[in-house]
């Protein structure tokens, strides 16, 4: 003992090599490269709105011209208020289904509310393209139901070809989000509120109207704003049937003029984005005030109690009953109907199902080399630029929250931006920035621009998987290991990181998940060589392969089921402690 | 093992001085602790030494070397320092083994494989934890986590320890235990070493010096014995031990050492005053520690030697195990004292030894609660 003792207390060791000079270059590298990658496709969309000719045109002199050519642009007034509408419909039809699904499956006893709410999420991981096709597939003019329908009564009373079709399908796909809230909302809030409600004497929908609801206002108001941003953001729903109808928003308008038309106007297209990025940029920033007094609001108890359900009573196997249908009509029917119809050659009513399968259309998909190409890029992108995303953000998370880095504030900051530009106008910025910069030129069609483009997308839903269980980690694991002589980037690669490990299996699997998911920033930039699954998709559509969209679509719900689940069963298992 | 000279150190945050010029010697192989109740600085004090904050002014040296200068802007990073440092939290990383915590600073220092298996097994059997080796720590109790962190710490013989109240988190009686451990320590030891807590018997019981920290500044400094008997001023005095004040005013001109004291109700006690000077006529607040304070039982005489009687009213009284403590009113001020046999009556007549009270000049607004 004595011996060991003298050992520990003997001469001081010598101290730990310095390697303090890795910690700049690691951290003004990391913050220069999220700035690039951020103002890549928003610095030309704004030069691109201020000049009078095309980009890669010699002799361009600035101009407000195209400002006022956008303001007396026939019709552009009409795009404006079709966007509004749109925009406002869908929001409306998420929040009341959103709440009501959250009262209903959350806090009351009706029979198999988890199962139910579970089905309910189910639209969002699912990207709205493939959703569309599923509402077309069934509710479309010969769509299953519609069909049935027809050979009953007379025509269907719906139709998806106008604004509030358009928005019912927007708006259930959006529900989840107003869902998500609300339930978050109700779980941190002091149930004690609603039981001293009940034991004054307030019967169940007294209490619920009076007391729960005004509860979940904050959570209802600003998901209202974030649904209000999605739905002018959304590209698939208008595109898929607001363009054969002749109604055109924001997103398709943008579409049109600078890609998809025979002779794009790229002033006019890049003044409408810079509008639209102005517009988006004043609702996140509307998103944070609220959030702000949401925060206020809702840590009142903070007890992670569950509160005691409602008694429906009477009412609780026919609202199970209508929650039920709805979920048969919005969420499986769409997916269901569409799945089977990649897995047969005809679908109707009329004719029984046994007789029309086939995997003809998988066959058929695979022997097109442009669609079996389309799969294994989206494959790609998403496992190969996911992981490289992945290591990006763990890179600002770990400067924004654990080093002492000057400038991590703004870098904070600009990693956040993002979720000001929606996805049409990071398309059209990108596709800017590959036609001025010339060194870009060489990963034009390749898929690399492809992952560049989402990565820079999605930086901030990385983001917000990682930093919440960041700040969970002691700084005192970190300061433990700087004291014992590690320098910033010891202690992160094997203190901070190692830790961070569930939270970046987290972050990978959405990142993979949106990635594969992605279409609305990718049809601005494929090429040929360079599509993914969801511009095959748009390919196949307009060509009118019904079969072909309905296999495509089935192999992308298909993998996103499986990472679904899997990811389920990865956080389910903790590491130590 | 070297020497550590602080002085001067000052740290903002914000509008707030957190620490205050403050200045300590620590002599080499020396145990000092910083004590004061949470807020005092000491925890900032501790981590301006360890690196972890950035002091706003000030220096500190350990040895030759210069870990912080804020006229040359010097300002060596935490791993640059060769500190050791306990934390509160202990701070052992979940993911890795007992062995990997321990073995952790030895591999960032490039020693050898076969030496770092032999220190890593020699500083866990000095903290008897050589059968956990292979254990996570979430697998160890509060008491062997901390013994961990102590020999992470030890493995890689730091120039100073810095210890920050590694001993709060743990239960009544396994605190008790370490204490007697970590004492036994530190002789075997003699690294230099602060120590800081809010306890003060872990102070009085550890230390070769405390320092006594009150909003950012020292309030005192001196051994174990100094601080406990001659407190520099009433929160010294309140702080480190329990103690009576008893608001009062000088009468009559010191004599003879002594000083006569008149309390709020008339009563008259006579103390011994050494430096202190004592103005007649002016306030003065007098410091008793309960063990100091006698009961004299009806027509019993008083003690010998110097001193006062006085008559105190009895408040309250409680049963606490043994002894019995008893709250009284004397001259409308509170006063604490433990006896064996509850006070019989109303009253009680107290014996007030005059080389037992302290004098400060001044009333004072600490309650002896």
């Not at chain 1, 399908?169 to 909302?185: D, Q």
Request: hydrophobic residues 50%; contains cysteine.
């Amino acid at each position: 003992m004595s011996g060991a003792a003298v050992s520990a207390a003997g001469a001081p060791e010598a101290r730990p090599a310095a390697h303090s000079w890795r910690e700049a270059p690691i951290q003004y590298g990391t913050a220069l490269l999220t700035l690039v990658l951020v103002a890549a496709p928003l610095l030309p969309v704004l030069y691109q709105s201020v000049v009078d000719r095309p980009l890669y045109d010699a002799g361009k002199e600035l101009t407000l011209a195209n400002f006022a050519r956008l303001a007396s642009t026939e019709g552009f007034g009409l795009v404006l208020w079709n966007t509004f509408v749109f925009s406002a419909l869908t929001t409306v039809i998420a929040q009341v289904l959103g709440t009501l699904a959250a009262v209903l499956f959350g806090r009351t006893d009706m029979p198999a509310a988890r199962v139910l709410g579970e089905l309910f999420l189910w639209p969002i991981y699912l990207s709205a393209l493939v959703l569309s096709f599923g509402w077309y597939t069934v509710y479309g003019p010969s769509g299953y139901l519609t069909m049935l329908w027809n050979s009953v009564f007379e025509a269907p009373f719906w139709d998806l070809y106008t604004l509030p079709g358009m928005a019912a399908i927007a708006g259930v796909s959006l529900a989840p989000v107003a869902y998500i809230y609300c339930m978050s909302s109700a779980t941190i809030t002091d149930p004690s509120l609603e039981e001293a409600a009940r034991v004054s004497g307030a019967g169940t929908f007294r209490t619920l109207w009076r007391i729960t609801l005004p509860l979940l206002m904050p959570a209802i108001a600003y998901s209202a704003v974030l649904n209000f941003t999605v739905s002018l953001e959304l590209l698939a729903i208008p595109l898929v049937f607001g363009e054969p109808a002749g109604i055109t928003v924001l997103t398709t308008f943008l579409y049109t003029q600078g890609v998809a038309g025979v002779r794009p106007d790229h002033g006019l297209a890049a003044t409408a984005a810079a509008l639209m990025l102005a517009v988006v940029c004043f609702l996140v920033w509307l998103q944070g005030r609220l959030l702000g007094n949401t925060r206020r609001f809702v840590t009142l108890g903070g007890k992670a109690t569950r509160p005691r359900p409602f008694r429906l009573g009477r009412l609780r196997w026919p609202l199970f009953i209508i929650c039920a249908l709805y979920i048969a009509a919005t969420v499986l029917a769409p997916i269901g109907v569409l799945v089977i119809r990649a897995f047969a050659s005809f679908l109707s009513p009329m004719v029984p199902l046994l007789e029309v399968l086939s995997l003809e259309n998988f066959t058929q998909l695979f022997e097109e080399p442009i669609y079996a190409r389309a799969v294994w890029n989206s494959f790609v992108v998403s496992a190969v630029g996911g992981a490289i995303a992945t290591a990006l953000i763990a890179m600002i998370a770990v400067i924004v929250h654990r080093s002492e880095f000057r400038f991590r504030e703004p870098l904070h900051y600009v990693a956040l931006f993002p979720r000001a530009v929606p996805g049409v106008v990071a398309g059209v910025g990108f596709f800017y920035a590959i036609a001025l910069m010339p060194g870009l030129g060489e990963i034009r069609n390749t898929i690399w621009i492809l992952v560049i483009a989402f990565t820079m997308r999605y930086i901030p839903t990385g983001f917000g998987a990682v930093a919440p269980m960041l700040m969970q980690v002691s700084p005192d694991l970190d300061r433990a290991a700087r004291v014992q002589g590690a320098d910033w980037w010891t202690t992160c690669r094997r203190i901070i990181l190692p830790l961070m490990r569930p939270a970046l299996v987290a972050c990978y699997t959405i990142l993979f998940i949106s990635f594969f998911k992605e279409y609305t920033t990718a049809i601005f930039l494929f090429a040929p060589g360079s599509e993914v699954i969801g511009t095959a998709l748009l390919h196949l559509w307009i060509q009118g392969e019904a079969g072909l969209v309905a296999a495509l679509a089935a192999i992308q719900v298909g993998v996103i089921a499986v990472c679904v689940a899997a990811a389920r069963a990865v956080f389910g298992v903790r590491l130590h402690g | 093992m070297a020497e550590l000279v602080i002085e001067n150190l000052t740290k903002r945050f914000g509008e707030v001085v957190a620490v205050d010029s403050v200045s300590i010697h620590v002599a080499d192989g020396e145990f000092v602790t910083l004590l004061g109740p949470s807020g005092c600085g000491k925890s900032t004090t501790l981590a301006a030494v360890a690196g972890l904050d950035r002091p706003d002014g000030g220096r500190i040296s350990v040895g030759g070397t210069v870990y912080f200068d804020e006229r040359t802007g010097t300002f060596l990073p935490p791993e640059a320092r060769n500190c050791g440092l306990v934390f509160q939290s202990y701070a052992l990383w979940p993911h890795m083994t007992v062995f990997d915590n321990v073995v952790f600073p030895l591999t960032l220092r490039k020693v050898p494989s076969a030496e770092r298996k032999r220190r890593v097994e020699e500083v866990l059997a000095l903290v008897e934890m050589e059968p956990y080796a292979d254990r996570y720590p979430h697998q160890l109790s509060g008491g062997q986590q901390q013994r961990v962190a102590l020999a992470r710490t030890l493995v890689y013989r730091p120039e100073i320890l810095l210890l920050d109240e590694p001993l709060s988190n743990l239960d009544a009686k396994l605190r008790d235990r370490a204490r007697t451990w970590l004492a036994e320590l530190r002789t075997r030891l003699g690294l230099t070493t602060i120590y800081v807590t809010h306890d003060q018997i872990e102070a009085l019981s550890l230390s070769d010096r405390i320092v006594v920290m009150n909003g950012g500044r020292i309030a005192q400094i001196g051994t174990p014995q100094d601080i406990y008997e001659r407190p520099a001023d009433p929160f010294v005095a309140d702080f480190i031990g329990t103690t009576n004040f008893l608001p009062g005013r000088v009468v009559g001109a010191p004599d003879g050492g002594q000083a006569l004291i008149e309390l709020e109700d008339g009563q008259r006690v006579a103390v011994q005053v050494e430096r202190r000077t004592a103005a007649p006529g002016s306030r003065v607040t007098l410091a008793y520690r309960p063990e100091q304070i006698g009961v004299v039982a009806e027509g019993e005489a008083a003690p010998d030697g110097a001193g006062s009687v006085v008559t105190a009213r009895v408040i309250s009284r409680a049963y606490v195990g043994g002894r019995w403590q008893v709250g009284l009113d004397l001259g409308g001020g509170p006063l604490r004292l433990e006896t064996a046999r509850p006070p019989s009556g109303e009253q009680v007549r107290l014996w007030l030894p005059a080389a037992g009270g302290i004098l400060f000049q001044g009333s004072t607004d600490v309650s002896s609660e």
